[in-house]
């Protein structure tokens, strides 16, 4: 009987939050983390576990050992299945920029989690990994585009089981939304990195009436927006008062950029995840004129980044299998 022997998993990058949808919308990009994990034979191995190589942007920055996020990942779905992880090389190729707001920890637990389901025999839906995925991220705005690609509106309420009529449980509810052909995400990655944790830190406890109903109109808007390509609701549609406004003083440039991709012809200019990557929506004639503009106005204020002109995935994870007998 064959057995897969090795798992390779092909992770995009992601943006979150695209202004108003905070913690509850992402996009998947065309910028991917791969990860290789192939069981280890003892005899060649003898009694290591564990086996991490990592190769790619910020290799140096990635811990080698079981601190690993991916591995961690890896390890979470065996604990859920009452199992022990076998012993694994794990081998991961990186083209996300870390701590950037580019869902690179999202790429690290889909992948980990995709490869010890394979190598499992697939015990876990597609449904199962998800949930599992967002549990250990903490929210889906990242992990769900990253694992079924394109954009997607995440949300979770009390709904009613048919099967058991008087009970009521939460389920994640999973939107996809449309993306115009015509819109394309220029993404202004800086060379300073911004943790997720330091981001949400600045944030208030609480809002206004006023900040919450400007939010809800521009998420509405927004989601029209990036439908049709329609310049007039996307600008609208971009504003934010949940977590722009304190987040982007954590980011050096920031006005200087924002009013240069404006300026160029970007609908509007958002932080991507919880930064310091800054996002342009624009229409695909203005996207060069854009991508210049923000890389000019960072180089200006003193600071190195890469500016690129990306697409929507609309696959997600991608997997491949190699079976032994």
């Known amino acids: 009987m064959s ?16 202004g108003p949808g905070f913690d509850c919308i992402g996009a998947a990009l065309t910028v991917y983390n791969q990860f290789k994990v192939t069981r280890l034979e003892s005899v060649n191995f003898g009694s290591v576990k564990l086996k991490i190589d990592v190769t790619g942007v910020e290799a ?12 961690r990942a890896f390890a979470t779905l065996y604990d859920r299945l009452g199992k022990t992880p076998p012993p694994v090389h794990l081998e991961i190729d990186l083209g996300v920029p870390l701590a950037r707001g580019l869902g690179s920890s999202a790429t690290a637990i889909v992948g980990g989690l995709i490869a010890a389901n394979q190598l499992a025999g697939k015990p876990l839906s597609q449904q199962e990994v998800m949930e599992l995925a967002i549990a250990i991220e ?10 079924l690609g394109g954009c997607r509106l995440t949300g979770r309420g009390l709904v009613m089981k048919p099967q058991t009529p008087q009970k009521k449980e939460q389920d994640w509810v999973i939107c996809d939304v449309p993306w115009s052909s015509d819109l394309v995400p220029v993404v202004a990655i800086p060379d300073f990195e911004l943790s997720t944790q330091e981001a949400r830190q600045v944030l208030p406890d609480s809002y206004s009436r006023a900040d919450a109903v400007l939010n809800v109109a521009s998420l509405g808007l927004l989601l029209r927006g990036l439908e049709s390509g329609k310049g007039d609701w996307l600008r609208v549609g971009l504003q934010d008062r949940i977590h722009q406004p304190y987040r982007q003083k954590l980011i050096p440039g920031y006005d200087a950029v924002e ?10 200019m958002v932080i991507s995840g919880a930064g310091p990557t800054l996002l342009a929506l624009v229409s695909e004639s203005k996207a060069p004129a854009v991508q210049e503009a923000m890389a000019v106005a960072w180089t200006d204020a003193g600071i190195e980044a890469q500016v690129r002109s990306l697409s929507l995935d609309c696959q997600g994870t991608k997997i491949a299998l190699e079976l032994s007998s």
């Open 3 to 18: 057995v897969v022997s090795t798992v390779r998993v092909i992770v995009p990058g992601t943006t979150a939050n695209l």
């Open 259 to 268: 009013a240069a991709a404006l300026d160029a012809g970007a609908y509007g």
């Open 138 to 147: 903490g929210h889906p705005d990242n992990v769900v585009p990253a694992l």
């Open 60 to 71: 140096n920055k990635v811990s080698r050992d079981e601190s690993n996020l991916v591995y």
